[in-house]
């Protein structure tokens, strides 16, 4: 049992035994990795297994005329013999993936390392013949389905450099992320189903490459073999292709620092960024946060729930657990299909080990009743872990006493697509939990807590400010793919010589952090992260759309909802026909995953008299906070604000 003493949980001395790594061990390897980085990481990355070893190991700066990360620098290794071949001698015959598909009478597909390791092989020898060579990119946009792991990892192999886009994006969002990347390949699926329905991903393709260079071809697994359109010669049949393929391939040798993907995440401006990550610092990273975050041990079953498309599904779906020789769960569906216990039948099915899923899933289940939980036998997990927003302590209970009886203890995890891997989170043997704290920095990690308007370091151990880290680790971002300035103006900027999260934090008398939330305009809609500035964009790209202005409010499940305050054209009337039809198109502009949830109508928007949007006003408004709205003396006209409180939006 976890011991709870005034809001503390503490792991029991059962699994503090058979844990990697205990507190003690925890402050020795904590200190030494940031008294001797060289040192620490130049141990550790020895646990890859390099093609040429490296002798350099650190070569990295955040001053701001200079910014640059180099790990490993003058190493070579190929991600994917790292994550695949060299486990093959001692267990080719274990289970590298566990595919768990939509559709709970579909069975389970249990992919060995041998197996693994043919696929891959054959696949890189596809992607080759399709002229894919080292340094070229290519877009994935799949559902949750082996080939999504297969393809990152041929590509990988042969030094390709994927960028996964997330099959809930629009036809518009895949092309634009296509552009960006300078891609000339697509692998995709027909269809995705997802939760009993199915995306269509191939036609949202089609459509995508309408606004693409003429000469992108496309992969297509052929998933459900639904009915899709057919392009000769600028279409592949994967399974085709994969029949007659080579299953003889050598993996391609790469720098330490050779981009291993690219991944567009959302920032406080309209342009999504292109987020680049290495080779080896990153696979280092990812592989060690997972063997000791989640305490991963021989036979274990890990379980995962994200999908591919976010960097959760990268670090920790695929590239971390298949480095360390693990059993990885990849699952198709959605927690609520068929029914709202559909989490816990797949940890009772395959007897998963640690589970690692978001906030904004807990909430949902939880609101769904404890039947759907008590019915499956979860004995067989022992640590649990939550990633993408702070966890409010009502769900963290549910999650500590329902799924895990209290004998699991639960890793809350801070970090960002950026960072490669957590940065903030407990070791479960180690270090002991509060509900809602990410807890202490991982082997490292050094975190500094900035007063926002001096920018100076706050030495207090209470303390609340702006989230910011010292010094570089291993599996942080390189840069901004094309655009290094950007990364620099990003992330290295506002606070000189630190790189800043976004996030704010407040750290308590026992040096926990806790996650405030983002300081910019950036929101987080069950645990997507959404730039409130693409959401306008959207919007005023409709005809009839004069000036919009986007913020976030609390949701009860999502964590935040989308809020938008929209003024329209002269001449346009307000209705409900109208509000479903902006509703619409921000989904196909962007995704659903950005649909608004509320649409407020808004005559007129706060602004300076210089013109700037006053978005702490609407934030305030959105949510309800009425008596905080502020100075509102810069407003150049004060009676818009009064019309936006009467006709706020009620929420549900
Ligand atoms: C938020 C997801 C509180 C945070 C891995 C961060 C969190 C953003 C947590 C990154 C957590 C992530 N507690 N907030 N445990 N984890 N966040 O890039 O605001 O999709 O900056 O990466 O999510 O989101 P991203």
Redesign the pocket.
Known sequence: MLDNKDGVYTPSADFVKNAHIDSSKYSEMYAASVSDPEGFWGEHGRSLDWIKPYTKVKDTSFAHDDVHVRWFEDGTLNVAANCIDRHLATRGDQTAIIFEPDDPAEPAQHITYRELHRQVCKLSNVLEDLGVRKGDRVILYMPMIPEAAYAMLACARIGAIHSIVFAGFSPDALSARINGADARLLITADYAPRGGRQTPLKSNADAALLHTRDDVKMLVVKRTGGQTTWVDGRDFDYHELMLEADEVQHPVEVEAEHPLFILY??GSTGQPKG?VHSSGGYLLYAAMTQKYVFDVHEGDVYWCTADVG???GH?YIVYGPLANGGTTVMFEGVPTYPDASRFWQVCDKHKVTQFYTA?TAIRALMAKGPEFVETCDLSSLRVLG??????NPEAWNWYNDLVGKGRCPIV????????GGHL??PLPGAIATKPGS?TLPFFGVQPVVLDPHSGAEITETECEGVLCLKDSWPGQMRTVYGDHERFVKTYFSDYKGYYF???GCRRDADGYYW?T??VDD?I?VS???MGTAEVESALVAHAKVAEAAVVGYPHDIKGQGIYCYVTLMNGEEPSEELRKELRTWVRTEIGPIAAPDLIQWAPGLPKTRSGKIMRRILRKIAEDDFGALGDTSTLADPSVVEDLIENRMNKK
């Open positions: 995440t959302s987020v976010w960097v959760t670090s906030p939550t990633v993408g927003e702070p966890i809350d995890t801070w970090w960002q697509t950026e960072t903030l989170t990410a999260s976004g996030d996650i939330g983002r950036v987080n645990g997507h992260r």
